[in-house]
């Protein structure tokens, strides 16, 4: 099978890179979603190069090279801050309604000290922009605006008000989950993703989270386990976490377990997909 899925995503790749009506872009988002960061980099700097005025090619970009920081050490972060930034920056000034490129700009600022371009004073103005456009999406906003500064009641109060204001939107509903794992706050986590997948199983982001709130309490282990086997069986959105970040923390739920041949196979796994995947990479050493 997994010959197969992978034959198939290449035999993509070649038809995408000669029909006539393929883009760059369009070769880039498939690369994206089949978590191959080096294509998919590859296409959408040719995309940007080609149409400087795209913004969507600016934000996929931007996606791409935030990923690869992700993924990589210390020095490779801090190249590629700069890009990032900038085609975040880029997208947001190209398509000023655009919601998402927006709220992808304030998570920078909001990460990013000042001398890498970011800063509360920016992500506050992103907040703002945010809100004049969409009310309830402001909150979330300045509810991570109240995470940054440290201000944690006064970021749950916000986030769970923009939850319950808007509980068909999965991506509000897993901004409180995520910030709830960054307290350790375990039981509101799992009771809002059980609820958020009773409501909506096709999330896959949702799945995602269930099991790394599994690995990160090292509780509820087989839920943990389905949940990734879920997130891998289901199509892959742009704004899915990465799948080789997904084998990798399966890894770490193997061990937990004290599975260690298992363990090996999924970091083996996330390192056939992102060959520069450092946590796999520091993990797979660990056992040997």
Same mark, same amino acid.
């Given at each position: 099978?997994?010959?197969? @899925?992978?034959?198939?995503?290449?035999?993509?790749? %070649?038809? %995408?890179?000669?029909?006539?009506?393929?883009? =760059?872009?369009?070769?880039?988002?498939?690369?994206?979603?089949?978590?191959?960061?080096?294509? /998919?980099?590859?296409?959408?700097?040719?995309?940007?190069?080609?149409?400087?005025?795209? #913004?969507?090619?600016?934000?996929?970009?931007?996606?791409?090279?935030?990923?690869? #920081?992700?993924?990589?050490?210390?020095?490779?972060?801090?190249?590629?801050?700069?890009?990032? @930034?900038?085609?975040?920056?880029r997208?947001?000034?190209?398509?000023?309604?655009e919601?998402?490129?927006?709220?992808?700009?304030?998570?920078?600022? =909001?990460?990013?000290?000042?001398?890498?371009?970011?800063?509360?004073?920016?992500?506050?103005?992103?907040?703002?922009?945010?809100?004049?456009?969409?009310?309830?999406?402001? %909150?979330?906003?300045?509810?991570?605006? #109240?995470?940054?500064?440290?201000?944690?009641?006064?970021?749950?109060?916000?986030?769970r008000?923009?939850?319950e204001?808007?509980p068909?939107?999965?991506?509000?509903?897993?901004?409180?989950?995520?910030?709830?794992?960054?307290?350790?706050?375990?039981?509101?986590?799992?009771?809002?993703?059980?609820?958020?997948?009773?409501?909506?199983?096709?999330?896959?982001? /949702?799945?995602?989270?269930?099991?790394r709130?599994?690995?990160?309490?090292?509780?509820? $282990?087989?839920?943990?386990?389905?949940?990734? @086997?879920?997130?891998?069986?289901?199509?892959?959105?742009?704004?899915?976490?990465?799948?080789?970040?997904?084998?990798?923390?399966?890894?770490?739920? $193997?061990?937990?377990?004290?599975?260690?041949q298992? #363990?090996?196979?999924?970091?083996?796994? /996330?390192?056939?997909?992102?060959?520069?995947?450092?946590?796999?990479k520091?993990? %797979?050493?660990?056992?040997?």
């Amino acid at each position: 099978m997994k010959i197969f @899925r992978a034959a198939l995503i290449a035999f993509a790749f %070649l038809y %995408l890179d000669t029909a006539a009506a393929a883009d =760059a872009r369009t070769l880039g988002e498939a690369a994206l979603r089949a978590g191959q960061l080096e294509n /998919a980099a590859e296409y959408l700097e040719r995309a940007v190069t080609e149409s400087p005025n795209d #913004a969507a090619a600016h934000h996929l970009l931007a996606e791409v090279y935030l990923r690869q #920081a992700n993924s990589s050490g210390m020095i490779t972060k801090m190249r590629l801050a700069g890009r990032i @930034r900038e085609h975040h920056e880029r997208a947001a000034a190209l398509a000023p309604d655009e919601i998402e490129y927006r709220e992808s700009l304030l998570e920078y600022y =909001a990460l990013a000290p000042a001398a890498m371009g970011g800063g509360l004073n920016k992500a506050r103005a992103e907040a703002a922009e945010i809100a004049k456009r969409d009310r309830v999406r402001g %909150l979330a906003a300045y509810g991570r605006l #109240a995470r940054a500064a440290g201000d944690v009641e006064a970021a749950l109060s916000k986030y769970r008000q923009a939850a319950e204001e808007r509980p068909e939107d999965p991506r509000i509903a897993l901004r409180l989950i995520i910030y709830l794992q960054e307290l350790k706050r375990w039981p509101e986590a799992f009771t809002r993703l059980d609820a958020l997948l009773a409501r909506d199983q096709s999330v896959g982001s /949702a799945w995602y989270q269930l099991g790394r709130t599994a690995v990160l309490s090292n509780t509820r $282990h087989a839920d943990g386990e389905a949940a990734f @086997r879920r997130f891998f069986s289901m199509p892959r959105e742009i704004d899915d976490p990465p799948v080789a970040a997904a084998h990798w923390r399966l890894g770490m739920l $193997h061990e937990q377990q004290g599975r260690k041949q298992d #363990a090996r196979k999924e970091y083996q796994r /996330a390192l056939q997909i992102d060959p520069g995947h450092a946590e796999a990479k520091t993990a %797979l050493r660990k056992l040997d």
